[in-house]
């Protein structure tokens, strides 16, 4: 998720990328992470504008998986 966001793999659409790969992920592992989008919009557009880390996406998924 952090990654994606922040290296810009793709021309357009990182943010959506990253955290559809971020499900398929956990999904893939038999982790169903819950979460409001709106709580994961904030993330992602925390974590593209500097003001959230690596921490921050980390802590995110430990407390909705």
């Excluded at 921050?56 to 998986?65: N, S, W």
């Amino acid at each position: 998720l952090y990654g994606l966001v922040k290296n810009h793999a793709f021309i357009d659409g990182n943010k959506r990328i990253a955290v559809h790969a971020a499900e398929v992920f956990l999904i893939i592992n038999e982790v169903n992470m819950d979460y409001f989008v709106d709580d994961m919009e904030k993330l992602v557009m925390g974590i593209a504008s500097d003001e959230l880390g690596f921490e921050d996406a980390l802590l995110f998924i430990r407390e909705h998986t």
